[in-house]
């Protein structure tokens, strides 16, 4: 019988492939909220739509529902600030993340980083809740891009 690995190993595993680090934001009646995405990807192509996984505990993921939308915010190159604020090991909590940027409003009503490598904007379409997780599916409204270089993850580190 196989065994399963723990939850320490798994992120381990996890850290060999490398990543663009990535802030989920929405905008809800408490103000904007935003998490570091450890798992942000394409669902499909044909309706274009992104699928981001958010914890059950996650402050931000009552601003997700309440919003019905959320955006996916590419961190630049050099913003190891911004996601050790979002991911929760800085100093600020909720909305004065967002101190640590410069913001704009995108289509959906989502906050997105002016300085962003690119930002998905999506309309909250399903939740799906697995083993203390939510699965969330957004159909993609918009989207920009910059030249910049991107801020990536790997073995628990920043290239």
Known sequence: METEIDAKTFW?????RAIGVAVVTAQGTEGPAGFLALSATHLTASPPTMLVSIGL????LAAVKQGNHFAINYVPKGREDLAKEFGGGGTLKGADRFKTGEWTTLKSGAP?????????????????ERHGTVIALGTVLAYSAS??????????GYL
């Open 12 to 16: 381990k595993a996890l850290g060999c």
């Open 57 to 60: 505990t996650t402050s931000a």
């Open 112 to 128: 997105a980083l002016v300085d962003a490598v690119g930002v998905i904007d999506c309309r909250l379409e399903e939740m799906i």
């Open 147 to 156: 030249t910049k270089d991107p801020l990536v993850s790997f073995r628990g």
